[in-house]
């Protein structure tokens, strides 16, 4: 199976920061890869999908991008309603292996 | 609107079996693929299983495969998840989840149902 190692495991950080989430595939995926936002108590949320698209109705700050096995979801200026954990998915190969998350805090 | 409504959680004794359901509406349920994914107590997302939109095709993760069965009756636009010999460790929020397919493939999740929680425990 493809493993998905997401970084930091946490962040604390400030309205207005720039922070950046990364994801690293045991092996190539291609660009099969999705962000997901879930907020306590809420299903996931699909944010990017092939690494680099905006889902429709996402703000624009959020971003990804791909850089061989190593992926990142970058939200350029944080908001309030932006503090949630984050995850990614494999979608190349089967299983479609979730990372272990990043919780995004408020510093 | 798209909704995907889970149910049929629930308290079951260690091995024992249970079955989700999900009900979608909203969409042409028969040409999607469907996941279930799912969500143990205070830990991360875990990819269970999914469906090819005709029912035809399925792959399980490791850990459930051989016990979970899914399935599909795209006549009634609902989603099943049949689940034996449970296990203390298959607690968790079960989500089901629409698939969104590229070039014939399924390659994110673009709606989830609020979930349905399974407690395995005697």
């Known amino acids: 199976d493809i493993q998905m190692t997401q970084s930091p495991s946490s962040v604390s950080a400030s309205v207005g920061d720039r922070v950046t989430i990364t994801c690293r595939a045991s092996q190539d995926i291609s660009s099969w890869l999705a962000w997901y936002q879930q907020k306590p108590g809420k299903a996931p949320k699909l944010l990017i999908y092939?690494?680099?698209n905006l889902q429709s109705g996402v703000p624009s700050r959020f971003s990804g991008r791909r850089s061989g096995t190593d992926f990142t979801l970058t939200i350029s200026s944080l908001q309030p309603e932006d503090f949630a954990t984050y995850y990614c998915q494999q979608t190349n190969t089967f299983p479609h292996t979730f990372g272990g998350g990043t919780k995004v805090e408020i510093k | 609107e798209v909704q995907l409504l889970e149910s049929g959680g629930g308290l079951v004794q260690p091995g024992g079996s249970l079955r989700l359901s999900c009900a979608a509406s909203?969409?042409?349920?028969?040409?999607?693929?469907m996941s279930w994914v799912r969500q143990a107590p205070g830990k991360g997302l875990e990819w269970v299983a999914i469906v090819s939109y005709s029912g035809t095709d399925t792959f399980y993760a490791d850990s459930v495969q051989g016990r979970f069965i899914i399935s599909r009756d795209n006549s009634k636009n609902t989603l099943f998840l049949q689940m034996n010999s449970l296990r203390a460790e298959d607690t968790a929020q079960y989500y089901c989840?629409?698939?969104?397919?590229?070039?014939?493939?399924?390659?994110?999740?673009?709606?989830w149902g609020q979930g349905t929680l399974v407690t395995v425990s005697s």
């Open positions: 909203g969409f042409t349920f028969s040409s999607y693929s």
């Open positions: 092939a690494a680099s």
């Open positions: 989840a629409k698939g969104v397919l590229i070039l014939g493939v399924t390659r994110m999740l673009d709606y």
